[in-house]
């Protein structure tokens, strides 16, 4: 059986959305395989089933297959279903995307057995000239109303709408009404589910030519109308020896860091759950006993567990975002609290 220890590299997905952008500028180059040359992409799925391993004793082997044989080797003990627990993306706007919402696990459960429902949360890499998004329901709109809105085409009226900034950090949980619009390069991680009711497509076609599905009575089923919008949280900021580290939000699904690397940085897996790197800016090298690799721009490194010491050295300055599920009281609380970080100001970026 292979040993799982050190970091291992998986390949981006590409998908073609009939909101998405030709230029993937600043992360990613346009893909060369023939069928998606001349695509709009709207999204690339850095943790997708079927993104496969680059290097290691599995490389070809998918995400999927993966996590499927090794289990908690290569998710850590956090997660105890086989299937890996997150999905994370970045997503390219040209235009609005559907105004849609997310049921929890016990409402997918009872609207669509075998799916898990589905928390997310958006980091804005960029926010170009329109960036704009739809985030819960103004205060006052009944049911009624907001179905009526949804059917004629004119629910932006009635939902929060807000111009977000780069590096703001946004929470979605379940029920969240919610949409994004044009000119917008963002980060989403979730739970592993693409489970997703849309209440309101603006007539659009979709890239077969036919309207695409709504799912009206689902939707408003689980919409929360009296959610609020959980945006504009406080940047929690530390120094570290290699440069930075900035907690952005945790909650029992997910947590996510930025990390600023200006010089080595010497790291370790963990037990509790794997990690995943994303490389946002710069290039550098990963080292590990066995030797090198080096990273770029647009890379996804997963740290599996078993993972002994490995440094990451730059080579220009470099960000990145680590994501993983979380022990919340012990990967966020408590080191914030340690380092003097007010109670407060903690729980703004924590949830249940």
């Given at each position: ?16 959305k ?6 993937l500028?600043?992360?990613f ?22 993104s ?12 999927a297959?993966?996590?499927?044989k090794f ?6 003990a ?38 898990r ?9 960029s ?52 949409a ?7 980060f989403e ?27 009206l009575?689902k939707?408003?089923?689980v ?7 959980v ?20 909650c ?8 600023t ?39 996804t ?15 220009e300055k470099t ?13 966020f609380c ?9 109670a407060?100001r ?7």
């Amino acid at each position: 059986m292979p040993k799982l220890d050190s970091p291992l590299q998986l390949s981006p997905v590409f998908k073609p959305k009939i909101w998405g952008r030709s230029n993937l500028d600043p992360i990613f180059q346009r893909p060369r395989s023939p069928e998606l040359s001349d695509a709009l992409i709207g999204e690339v799925w850095i943790t997708d089933e079927q993104s496969r391993f680059m290097n290691g004793p599995i490389a070809g082997m998918t995400l999927a297959a993966a996590a499927e044989k090794f289990g908690p080797e290569l998710h850590g003990a956090n997660w105890k279903e086989r299937r890996f627990p997150l999905l994370a993306k970045y997503i390219y706007t040209s235009d609005w995307l559907s105004v849609q919402v997310h049921p929890d696990d016990a409402q997918a459960t009872r609207f669509d057995p075998g799916n898990r429902g589905k928390c997310e949360m958006w980091y804005i890499v960029s926010s170009e000239r329109k960036g704009e998004l739809l985030l819960g329901v103004k205060p006052g709109v009944g049911p009624e109303k907001l179905r009526s809105s949804f059917q004629d085409g004119t629910s932006r009226q009635h939902l929060n709408r807000f111009r977000p900034a780069s590096g703001e950090a946004i929470f979605i949980p379940p029920g969240t009404v919610h949409a994004l619009g044009p000119d917008l390069v963002l980060f989403e991680v979730e739970e592993n589910s693409d489970l997703t009711y849309r209440l309101d497509d603006f007539g659009r076609m979709g890239l077969d030519g036919k309207p695409r599905p709504v799912h009206l009575d689902k939707g408003l089923e689980v919409a929360r109308l009296d959610a609020p919008a959980v945006r504009d949280l406080p940047a929690v900021k530390l120094s570290e020896p290699f440069g930075s580290r900035r907690f952005i939000l945790a909650c029992s699904f997910f947590a996510l860091e930025e990390l600023t690397l200006l010089k080595r940085g010497t790291f370790r897996g963990r037990t509790e759950a794997a990690e995943v790197l994303s490389i946002l800016e710069g290039e550098g090298r990963v080292e590990t006993p066995a030797g090198w690799m080096g990273y770029h721009t647009g890379d996804t490194w997963l740290i599996p567990p078993a993972s002994g010491a490995y440094r990451l050295v730059p080579r220009e300055k470099t960000r990145l975002l680590k994501f993983y599920v979380p022990d919340v009281e012990k990967d966020f609380c408590r080191p914030l609290l340690k380092r003097g970080v007010r109670a407060a100001r903690i729980n703004r970026i924590t949830f249940d």
